[in-house]
């Protein structure tokens, strides 16, 4: 995970704007002059088991044919959804593909509600499609929510193929070089400001970069999702939690080109069980630090995870020249196979050959590797702790870890300025932690976390 974002920009001075600009919102259109009336129904989705006032995407005017643009239909079935006194269900129906544009589904709405996708939801196919005043950072946003689920039998493709072939990505040019142009490239799905979420049982595929991103969240459940995308796919994080608290991701299958959960600035409190990884980068707190920023994340648990086929497996990676902590970590029973990085701390994290050296950085501590199994590639180390020259990383403890080589010898494992124990066997031996405490520490590094 490489890139940054900057916050939504929600417009609410323009509220009567013309319906063609899809960002002019007043919660995000305007209502239908005479709304469809709604179905007291259940959909006919063997997954949708409650009874509610349903919101038909098709009863506003959706065609569903994966060409006919029904932006509009969804914001209008999304103004009345919202608007209901009652709690309400935005069906997307079985059986149709429908195509829409860059969209802000603003709230907060009168009532809980349900957004059912049981179709298929699609956006414009490429960068060429993509309407020039739409934003190219983002697809489908949810802004200031609370109580909502999103959920179904049905898919969210990102259609991004066309998004990683530009020529700015590096993984088409020579030696991971990359060719100047346009490179924004939208996630599929965010939530922004927005609380007490619930999204289960969808297949999320192909996004052109992250496939859903929680900002400023709080309270988010997030079970039984299927995400796949290419290997080789750039930026393609499954997962990614920023300034987000009270997170639970259970029982996911997430194959993808970059980290399937990665963990960024303010997030704390997150439970992760039950999930299978790869191909991917592994499960990533960071990157963390970046431009001297202060970052601060703890209580993060790792739990029942398998990762496979993967560049990493259980990563916390940060940039020198930061400051904050990061403290109160468990990876816990997790199964790798044939992993390159398995355990791995980076401190150096940088994108380019030129990141100058600096003396500040993220505090690191309190992180326990417990009962984690499996075999590595030995073309790196199983366990990797490479720590800040000035600010070691301290109480690590590595607890029934037995990492094997798929092939060849045994790589030893590497430190650099890392504090901490092992406890029972650790295959292979990890003899190059520092033990007791470092003598000195920067508190200024981590204050205020």
């Not at 709405?109 to 934003?135: E, F, H, K």
Request: proline share 8%.
């Amino acid at each position: 995970m490489c890139f940054f974002f900057l916050p939504i920009q929600v417009r609410l001075n323009n509220v009567h704007a013309k319906p063609h600009n899809l960002h002019a919102i007043s919660r995000i259109s305007l209502p239908p002059s005479i709304a469809p009336e709604a179905a007291i129904s259940p959909s006919n989705s063997p997954d949708f088991v409650h009874t509610a006032t349903v919101f038909n995407v098709i009863s506003f005017d959706a065609v569903g044919n994966g060409v006919v643009d029904d932006t509009q239909a969804f914001k209008m079935a999304w103004d009345s959804a919202c608007q209901s006194e009652e709690p309400a269900t935005l069906l997307v129906p079985n059986g149709h593909s429908f195509m829409i544009q860059s969209t802000i589904f603003t709230g907060p709405c009168n009532s809980a509600l349900t957004l059912q996708i049981d179709g298929t939801v699609m956006p414009p196919d490429g960068p060429d499609s993509w309407p020039r005043n739409n934003s190219r950072r983002q697809w489908l946003v949810f802004y200031r929510i609370n109580g909502m689920s999103m959920q179904g039998s049905g898919v969210i493709d990102g259609r991004g193929e066309k998004w990683w072939n530009l020529p700015c990505k590096p993984h088409k040019a020579t030696n991971r070089t990359k060719f100047p142009g346009p490179c924004d490239s939208p996630v599929a799905i965010r939530f922004f400001m927005s609380s007490n979420l619930t999204v289960q049982g969808l297949k999320v595929r192909n996004s052109p970069q992250f496939h859903f991103r929680f900002d400023g969240c709080q309270n988010v459940r997030i079970e039984s999702l299927t995400i796949k995308a290419p290997a080789l796919s750039p930026n393609t994080d499954g997962i990614h939690i920023e300034n987000t608290n009270h997170v639970k991701i259970y029982n996911s299958l997430i194959s993808n080109g970059d980290d399937c959960v990665s963990i960024g600035a303010g997030s704390y409190n997150v439970d992760i069980r039950n999930i299978t990884c790869g191909p991917s980068h592994g499960i990533s707190i960071g990157s963390l630090g970046v431009h001297n920023s202060r970052a601060c994340v703890s209580d993060i648990t790792v739990t029942d995870a398998v990762i496979k086929n993967s560049n990493n497996g259980v990563r916390i990676k940060t940039w020198q020249g930061g400051s904050g902590a990061v403290s109160r970590i468990t990876f816990q029973t997790i199964h790798m196979d044939n992993v390159r990085n398995p355990i791995i701390v980076d401190q150096y994290y940088c994108l380019t050959k030129n990141c100058p050296n600096q003396t500040s950085a993220v505090y690191i501590s309190e992180v326990l590797y417990s009962n984690i199994r499996g075999t590595y590639d030995v073309r790196s180390p199983p366990v990797h702790f490479a720590c800040s020259d000035s600010v070691p990383c301290t109480n690590l403890t590595l607890s029934g870890v037995e990492l094997l080589p798929v092939s060849g010898q045994f790589r030893q494992p590497t430190c650099w300025n890392a504090y901490g124990t092992t406890q029972s066997q650790i295959i292979p031996p990890v003899l190059c932690l520092l033990g007791g405490s470092p003598l000195v520490m920067p508190q200024t590094q981590f204050d205020g976390c």
